[in-house]
């Protein structure tokens, strides 16, 4: 049996001494930014990806074993472990292996087959499958049993026919067979149910529906569950729903589960006795199981495809350039309840608020240009950021009506993604930061941070709030928490975070770090001034030598004690630096920002036993840069006048917008409309796309081309290959295809009942030919 480490060290396509060096470190509370950014000499450069995904497959690969445990001590306790068996499951590689192979020994409520053979029926049931020249009706009489209710032949072979059906439906290798099987050749197939049509309407490309199971995208596989579970759609696999098929094919299954049991036609007297068992078996015992089964892997998967998702638009969104610390007026646009504004100063505290009304009913605008202006000037406002929810588009015209009536206030608006601003303003950290002031104006101060850092103002709410997800209501909340909760700690300590400024969900994020020694931080900041160098967080309360070694690398201390404590370098490597000072006869703060002298240096040459290349590369990079932001530089989307609502579309536009989310499918860029437009994978480049994040990504600014406006359904069909024309046919790789609607599925046969007649001789007739050909 292959260890775990070995394992994972062949899926990441690594060396397995990485990989073990990596789960000790883990194993020991290390946190996946630490050991990614300070311990490239242990895990051999292993980044937070490969670290990411290795942690995910320890958690499931140590499980699995669990669970592998588990079984072999129940079948031993059950004195049916035999030596096959017991190699068998210990090469198990995956859990649904696991299970199919413990199906037969796992404890069950009292069964049919299982009361069959307490009724002495199992030599039968032996006998007929080994022998089956013996006629069914002349042996069962012999097994005739007053006390089990065993009264006639009929019963005995019914008995009979349930202990092989449990047998045949329990074996591993036919369920292995037939769930590749189906996995490979079967369909999904989706159909409303009668009487839904109004009030499904949303999922009326699914109401006849049809295409291979093995090739079922994420997002149709999740729009097809979410149909279900609301009761609109029933989903099934069947056989290829357009192929034409004879009266009384028989299922490949069936013939399968005959040809794994040597079952064949030969005209003796057992033979049709057993094909009904063959077709019992599928029917009534297999085709439920592996339907239910493979269905809840599609979904597994789909669930995964979209966290995954998700997680990339997040990491995107959190990413995004910062505008920087300037003076910034946030807008929270409204109509009838007017257009909140919040005034915030380079460091994001706010020195004024209220609120104006120049947008309908009121019109009050030559007050509101009064009141903005007045603002701008009092506090020198370098930016107005303004809320793209309700009202943003004639609001966004008001102000740029404003500042081309003052030219002399040099101010740049922005449209700011407003996303989860009011879940924060409702939090409980907003009432505590802001008491004193309204929900609505906390959203507008919320507005305003996010321009001057997406990430410090949104690690402030809640993740599944931010909306750029794909069906993230529909998939695994534990799982999915868990996946950003990871993007946004990835994105955190590689920002690095101020430690006098930063706030406690900012804080909270840093490696080492929890939401009870941020608050910590915060108290001692506020008790004792800000932070004069990283030692002084060893005075933190529960903040101990652990914790410090985690977080201090990320924390930044500008205008501190020691130089270093603004920059990436870890407290723990100082030591290097100094020795590159005292070699080359400088100072410390002298080396920091010397381009010329650190690129001249050689990082082996201040090597030791501590520390390696790969570090002291970094501390060489980090010297050049300290501090260095790895987000791109600020810029914005510039919308097109007169162009407010999804009536002012018209195809053949040419527009600038901002890419808001990107799925599986394509992406979906806001042009400034109150609705966004979806650019279709297949629109995305003139060259074939496999996944959207390879062209684009949550932020960018793009120019994209109107091709289809669909105003009632408000569905924009936009393009980023500039020189299509509306109204030509893109391409529909990868569409799924219909079953005709006249046409009669065959393939998974129903459920329950008996069998149809007249079918036996097709089961054999068809395994027969399999067997020539």
């Known amino acids: 049996m292959i260890s775990i480490t070995s394992r994972i060290a062949q899926e990441l396509n690594t060396h397995e001494r990485q990989v073990a060096a990596a789960v000790a470190l883990l194993d020991e509370g290390a946190t996946v930014p630490f050991i990614a950014r300070y311990r490239k000499e242990v895990t051999g450069g292993l980044d937070d990806s490969q670290l990411r995904l290795l942690d995910e497959r320890l958690g499931y690969l140590r499980e699995l074993e669990d669970r592998r445990e588990t079984i072999l001590n129940s079948i031993a306790e059950q004195e049916k472990l035999t030596p096959e068996l017991e190699a068998q499951i210990k090469s198990a590689e995956t859990k649904t292996q696991l299970e199919d192979l413990y199906l037969p020994y796992k404890p069950k409520r009292r069964t049919k087959a299982q009361i069959a053979r307490e009724a002495g029926l199992e030599p039968l049931a032996d006998l007929l499958l080994a022998d089956p020249t013996r006629n069914p009706e002349d042996e069962a009489a012999a097994f005739l049993n007053a006390e089990h209710k065993i009264d006639d032949a009929k019963a005995a072979l019914d008995g009979a026919k349930q202990i092989l059906m449990e047998r045949f439906s329990e074996d591993a290798q036919l369920l292995e067979k037939l769930r590749n099987f189906l996995t490979h050749e079967s369909f999904l197939q989706a159909k409303l149910v009668d009487g839904k049509e109004q009030e499904g309407a949303k999922f009326r490309d699914y109401f006849e529906h049809s295409e291979p199971f093995g090739k079922v995208p994420s997002h149709r596989a999740l729009a097809m569950f979410r149909g279900r579970n609301e009761g609109i759609l029933t989903l099934a ?239 695994s909340q534990t799982r999915l928490a868990k996946s950003l909760d990871a993007v946004v700690e990835d994105c955190v300590n590689g920002v690095g975070v101020e430690i006098n400024t930063a706030s406690a969900p900012l804080l909270a994020r840093v490696a080492g770090l929890n939401s009870s020694v941020a608050n910590n931080i915060i108290d001692f900041r506020n008790k004792n001034g800000a932070f004069s160098n990283r030692k002084q967080l060893l005075e933190v309360s529960r903040l101990g030598a652990k914790a410090f070694e985690q977080c201090a690398g990320f924390l930044r201390i500008a205008n501190g004690d020691n130089p270093l404590d603004a920059s990436g370098v870890h407290p723990e490597a100082y030591e290097v630096v100094e020795q590159i000072a005292a070699r080359n006869k400088r100072e410390v703060r002298g080396l920091i920002g010397d381009t010329g002298f650190l690129r001249g240096l050689k990082a082996g040459d201040y090597t030791n036993e501590k520390f390696g290349v790969p570090t002291v590369t970094d501390i060489l990079q980090e010297l050049d840069k300290p501090g260095r932001d790895p987000r791109p530089e600020f810029k914005t989307a510039q919308f097109q006048e007169g162009v407010e609502k999804v009536s002012d579309l018209e195809p053949g536009m040419i527009l600038e917008g901002t890419v808001t989310n990107v799925t599986n499918f394509g992406a979906f860029v806001d042009v400034g409309v109150h609705q966004d437009g979806l650019v279709h994978i297949s629109a995305l480049s003139n060259t074939f796309v496999k996944d959207p994040r390879e062209v684009v990504k949550a932020g960018d600014i793009v120019k994209a081309k109107v091709m289809e406006v669909d105003v009632d359904r408000k569905r924009i069909a936009l393009s980023l290959r500039l020189d299509d024309t509306p109204g030509e046919k893109t391409s529909t790789a990868g569409q799924p295809r219909r079953a005709p609607k006249q046409r009669q599925a065959h393939g998974a046969q129903p459920k329950t009942g008996a069998p149809k007649n007249g079918t036996m001789a097709a089961l054999f007739e068809a395994a027969a030919k399999k067997q020539k050909r």
């Open 237 to 475: 696999l069947t056989l290829d729903p357009t192929a034409e098929s004879p009266v009384g094919t028989v299922h490949p299954c069936e013939i399968s589960i005959a040809e794994h049991f040597d079952i064949k036609d030969q005209s003796r007297a057992a033979d049709k006795w057993l094909a009904e068992v063959v077709r019992w078996t599928w029917r009534v015992k297999l085709y439920t199981h592996l339907e239910t089964d493979l269905l809840g892997g599609l979904r597994e998967r789909a669930e995964a495809d979209a966290i995954e998702v998700f997680a990339s638009n997040l990491k995107d969104l959190l990413l995004a350039a910062p505008a920087g610390p300037k003076a910034t007026i946030g807008l929270d646009p409204g109509l009838r309840t007017g257009v909140k504004v919040a005034v915030v100063d380079a460091t994001g505290q706010v020195l004024d608020h209220g609120a104006i009304f120049p947008t309908p009913p009121q019109n009050r605008v030559m007050e509101a240009e009064a009141t903005l202006v007045a603002l701008c000037k009092k506090h020198n406002v370098s930016l107005i950021a303004i809320g793209n929810g309700t009202a943003s588009r004639e609001t966004d015209k008001f102000v740029g009506d404003m500042l081309k009536a003052h030219k002399d206030l040099k101010i740049q608006k922005v449209m700011v993604n407003e996303a989860g601003a009011s879940v924060y303003s409702a939090s409980e950290f907003a009432a505590k930061e802001f008491p004193d002031l309204d929900v609505t104006i906390r959203g507008a101060v919320s507005i305003a941070r996010r321009l001057q850092d997406p990430l410090a103002e949104l690690v402030k709410i809640d993740p599944k709030s931010i909306g750029v997800g794909q069906y993230q209501h529909d998939v």
